[in-house]
């Protein structure tokens, strides 16, 4: 199945702040505590400069290699956006895994959250594009009761499966659609990473994780 993927150990690097990994970083800050229109872009301005902003990572070793989140955290408060994040990450998972198998549900109802960030494995397959849309919907009432905007990371495929990241953007595209969310299309930043210069190294040894590169 697309939605397995193993646990990625933890790495930190050094980071040079260019003006795409900043604009990466400062989607979520851009979109907190707003509802996106067509779930890419916020219908309101930012918070002010300065104001923090809390963010969880809902995920599995895609999110967990290479420490995401606090790269994120570090790339935002560069830039003058402090946040604060929390995550449950589980190897292997998917977001119904987060749902029966983790505390992620009481982290919601009770972390005040600006933004809930849903990423499972790839979902290109049509069965786990269903299960992506069915779960997205069934975690998104409880992330907006809280007070918070549900957003959609979507990942990459498998080198080996490269044919699939038009398929990867798009279930979770659809995703973010259904639920009025925030779409984070990681995949589609890979490929115009490529565009520029192919030979950059995004993948990790086994051809699935992110490479540090990767992650920033």
Known sequence: SDLGVRRAAWHHAPMR??????AAATLLLSCAAVTCSNATAPDREPPPLGTVQRVLFLGNSLTAGNDLPGMVRALATAVGYPIEVEASL???SNLQDQWELTNARDMVRHGRFDVVVLQQGPSALPESRV??????GRWAPLIREAGGVPALYAPWPSEARSFD??????????AAESVSGIFLPAGDAWLRTWEADRTVPLYDDDRFHPSVTGTY
Not at 17 to 22: D, G, I, K, P, Q
């Open 90 to 92: 589980l190897s292997g």
């Open 131 to 136: 299960d992506l849309l069915e779960w997205t």
């Open 17 to 22: 702040h260019t003006r795409a990994s900043v």
């Open 165 to 174: 990241f038009p398929r990867v953007s798009e279930s979770y595209r659809l």
